[in-house]
């Protein structure tokens, strides 16, 4: 979680209920302001225990499957 960087959108992983939830970066002010180091790459954050996370996929729709009015 060293690199996690709390104002982008992206996954996180709460090893608390062992579920991945999408950040929201409109998350990021509460975070820098709670979120508290609990050594070995563990984040206690709004009751959740942050232990990962992942850039959200980037991907592209084929022109044939783009959104069009109906």
């Known amino acids: ?9 992206c996954f996180v992983h709460d090893r608390a209920n062992g579920v991945t939830i999408a950040w929201s970066p409109d998350w990021a002010p509460a975070y820098g302001r709670f979120a ?23 991907t592209a729709l084929p022109p044939d499957c783009a959104p069009h009015d109906v």
């Open 36 to 58: 508290r180091d609990q050594g070995g790459g563990l984040i206690d954050f709004d009751g959740l225990v942050l232990d990962g996370w992942s850039e959200q996929p980037k």
């Open 1 to 9: 979680m060293n690199r996690f960087d709390p104002s982008k959108p």
